[in-house]
Every structure is written in C-alpha cells, then in structure tokens.
C-alpha cells in the first residue's frame, strides 16, 4: 500500500463540458439585458479531465507510476447572481458551484519499493466560488456571441481511500485553492427575460492533497483541471 499521496487535482482536469444555463433578467432598465440583474442556473458537464499526481514521499513507499487514472465524472450545478452593464454588452457576477463526491481511480499504482495496489478510489468533495465577467458581441437580433473569464475559491476536501479491497485508508485534507475559468460560446434571447446560453469553457480548481499514511506522512497532490461546455 502506498503510503502517501500528495495534493491530488481534483480539478486540474480538463473538462470540455457542457455549461447550458437559462438566465433570467429582472427590472433596471428600458432594454431587456441592459444594465439589469440577472439571475443563472448552470449545469457544467465535463467532458475532459487532465490527468497526473504528485508524490512527495521521499521514502520507498513513494507512488513511481500508475495506470489506468481516470475521474468518475467532474460535472457540476450551480447558481449566480450578476448585473449587465455598458448597455448589456458586459456582465458581472458571482456563483456557486457544487460538485457533489468526485472519485479520483487508479487501476494500479506502483510504489518505488515494488509494491503494488489496485482499484484504488480518492474520493473528494468539490465547491467552487467565482466571480465572472462576461463579454457579448450580437450576431442577429436573438442570438449573440459571449467570452468570460473568472477566477474564485475552490475548497477541496478530500476522503479516507480505498485500495485492494481494503477500505477507510489514509487522512483525509482540507485545501482551498484559487480557481480560474475562461471560456466562449454563443446565447440565444428566448424573451425579454430569458436567455439560454452554450458554452465551452476550460477551468482549473487547484490540487487537491490526500495524505495516505498518518497525519505526520507525505502528501500527494492531484490536478483538477477540466473542460466543459
């Protein structure tokens, strides 16, 4: 069993998802979208996740090489609250986002002593706040070009793992990380209050830290970077 596993991104992953989101202005000027606050309900489906870890360990427990790294699934639903602004052209806003329980696996993992463990599962759980700015450019009357970027606070914590059929492994972590997000896509005016918008974005959420032995042991880290539209 390997004892230490550093950071893990539980976000580093790339996602190219699927970010579909209605988003429904309310009262503040003449022009519907135009310096209005807006109300948004996302869901962010990942559709690519980078992959790597790092193992600080600088005994021979330490984690060499792996197969078969995968995460379960990055998607994530949220929220967020925002105003347009130079005439609807521009948007601010901040949001929230839940991940839910997300398993970073392994199908075997090899540590520099030669031993080697199988079906291993970190699970984590994921939150992100971010604070978005988005650009529009119209192409016809109802639909129209966006650009954001964004950067936030993603909190990763992580869970005791499994491996070779032994479970309740390791120390579980708590880390905040600064997140980042950038992204384009195409909106569609549905009325005057509603709006759907597609986007394919690229975000990153920081490391994630699982300790594998005792509290006192190395860490490992993992990326958590995905693409979603």
Do not use: H
């Amino acid at each position: 069993m390997y004892s230490t596993i550093n950071k893990f991104l539980p976000a580093l992953t790339i996602m190219v998802g699927a970010t579909a989101f209605a988003t429904s202005s309310y009262a503040a000027g003449d022009d519907a979208g135009s310096d209005k606050w807006f109300v948004e309900g996302r869901y962010q489906k990942s559709i690519s996740e980078s992959t790597g870890f790092t193992d600080k360990d600088t005994s021979n427990t330490k984690v060499i090489s792996a197969t078969g790294e995968k995460f379960n699934n990055l998607d994530s639903a949220g929220v967020s609250l925002g105003k347009y602004f130079n005439d609807g052209q521009n948007s601010l806003s901040i949001g929230y986002e839940s991940f839910g329980t997300v398993n970073k696996s392994f199908a075997t993992t090899t540590q520099q002593n030669g031993a080697v463990a199988s079906n291993v599962v970190l699970p984590m759980d994921i939150t992100n706040i971010m604070i978005e700015l988005g650009y529009q450019v119209p192409i016809s009357q109802n639909l129209f070009a966006i650009g954001l970027v964004g950067v936030g606070q993603a909190k990763i914590n992580s869970k005791k793992y499994s491996a070779s059929g032994s479970t309740g492994l390791g120390t579980a972590k708590k880390v905040t990380n600064t997140s980042t997000r950038f992204g384009i896509g195409v909106g569609y005016k549905l009325s005057a209050t509603t709006s759907i918008i597609g986007l394919v974005q690229k975000s990153d959420y920081g490391d994630a830290t699982l300790n594998a032995g005792q509290a006192t042991d190395t860490d490992l880290d993992f990326k958590t970077k995905k693409k979603k539209k």
